[in-house]
């Protein structure tokens, strides 16, 4: 929450509109995204461990205001404009800053902007109005039942649009998120599934080979 408050009044001084968020998943990166909502800013996820020359036409497709990276390198190798910002700086006390008027954010003003692979040409940009997530949300509660004490593996990468369904339907019921990052997790699920009693698992079919 203090973090969220921290986030919210460097978003609303700088004036921004549009983030780029290019961390590994983990807290920072689930309270950007969820902050980046909360205070109305149109976000877009980059992963650190894409390809550079990715990350460099995202950005300046994308236009950011604000960058969210915590290693400058990949601030530079990105070539991002705007304002980068480190997340371990935004942490406030509570209480002394305010979420950026969310109530007035419209249904469909963009809550994200999610490029496609590339793989049949240059990636695409799609915009995802908060209509449009919102209901995603919703399905995804009523459809698989989620609840607070679930444990949600979060293993699809932060730039592939599953990820969304696992943070925001996460996040609306208090379930807890376990991110599968590294390689040794991501090859062998079943450690991080047993070591944290996960109850909830989403990915694409072909992931349930690696099982």
Known sequence: HSWSR?????????????????????????????SSYLCGVTFCVVSPTQPAQRRRFVAGDFAPDL?????????????????????????????SATLWHTDLA??????????????????KGVKITRRGLDALVCWAIETFGLRADDIYGQ????????S?????GGAAVGAALVPFVATSER?????????????????????????
Not at 86 to 93: D, I
Not at 156 to 162: C, K, N, S, Y
């Open 6 to 34: 921290g986030f919210s009044e460097k978003v609303h001084s700088a004036g921004a509109t549009k983030l780029l968020i290019c961390l590994p998943a983990g807290f920072y990166a689930y309270a950007a995204v969820l």
């Open 67 to 95: 960058v969210l990276c915590d290693t400058p390198a990949l601030f530079d190798e990105t070539h991002a404009a705007g304002l980068c910002l480190n997340p371990s700086e935004l942490l406030v006390a509570d209480g």
């Open 106 to 123: 419209q249904p469909t003003d963009l809550a994200y902007v999610l490029y496609t692979s590339g793989s049949s040409g240059t990636p």
């Open 155 to 162: 293993y699809a990468p932060l730039h592939f649009d599953m």
């Open 164 to 168: 969304m369904f696992d943070i925001f």
């Open 187 to 211: 090859l062998f699920p079943g450690k991080l599934i047993m070591k944290h009693g996960i109850t909830f698992w989403n990915s694409v079919p072909q992931i349930l080979e690696v099982f």
